[in-house]
């Protein structure tokens, strides 16, 4: 973060946090988006965003570098982070850049059971409902009156016994304990962006083309020659 001042943006930094371990993972790229581009186009304010709004948003109006519009250390209001509102021509055609070059899919898990969270581990990185943690003996864990109010990353996870999640508070690396139970989970994944999904309708639509061009062609008379036949007093022997 860049200073202390709390921008109720956290649905922003758990789905960013997802997002940029998956270009490291499928793309070798280190990413880094600005957290507070995603809280000014998906409207987010006090108390906080849905972290299904966030994602329709990014997936619609696209993402921009952390350099690009970054978190200042000096802010001291939420007027003042969740501003330009609306962005800047050049923070626009940023994010519409992305858009041409990734697209950015995901979905809700069943449950937040173990044995969900381990299959989906396997595809990617999981943004998870938290709540309020409590610290022990280096574990976090979820005070049962609390309610599920915060937004993070799940990345990985030490079988029975902890999962480690990518948090906006200090420390930014948590061990959940094995046991405490997240408030729901979803999944998120990259695809192709729209200059490749252009081109890959325009590759179906030749192809489509193609087979009409041969369905419609008109079949060719072939003419074979027929020998002539031998008289027939010919063939009749005495």
């Not at 860049?2 to 993972?25: H, I, M, P, Q, R």
């Not at 800047?88 to 041409?100: C, D, G, I, S, Y």
């Not at 069943?110 to 396997?122: Q, Y």
Request: glycine letters at 8%; aromatic letters at 14%.
């Amino acid at each position: 973060l860049g200073n202390f001042l709390d921008t109720y943006n956290c649905t922003a930094y758990g789905t960013s946090s997802v997002l940029e371990v998956l270009f490291k993972k499928v793309f070798g790229e280190h990413r880094n988006f600005s957290d507070r581009f995603i809280g000014i186009i998906s409207g987010t304010k006090n108390p906080g965003n849905d972290p299904k709004t966030v994602i329709e948003f990014i997936r619609k109006q696209g993402m921009v570098k952390e350099s690009s519009l970054p978190f200042p250390i000096d802010f001291k209001t939420e007027e003042e982070y969740y501003s330009p509102k609306p962005p800047t021509k050049e923070l626009v055609e940023e994010a519409k850049q992305f858009l041409a070059e990734h697209g950015v899919g995901y979905e809700r898990l069943a449950d937040t059971k173990p044995k969900t969270l381990k299959e989906a581990l396997k595809r990617s990185p999981l943004g998870v409902a938290v709540k309020a943690c409590t610290e022990k003996d280096g574990f976090y864990y979820f005070p049962e009156s609390a309610s599920y109010n915060h937004w993070t990353c799940l990345v990985d996870f030490e079988d029975g016994k902890s999962w480690t999640i990518l948090d906006s508070y200090f420390p930014f690396i948590k061990k959940i304990g094995w046991n405490e139970p997240f408030g729901y989970g979803m999944r998120y994944w990259l695809g192709p962006g729209l200059k490749q999904q252009v081109s890959i309708l325009e590759q179906i639509l030749a192809i489509y083309q193609r087979i009409l061009a041969l369905l419609s062609a008109k079949p060719k008379v072939v003419s074979i020659p027929i020998p002539e036949a031998e008289p027939i007093d010919k063939l009749i022997k005495d």
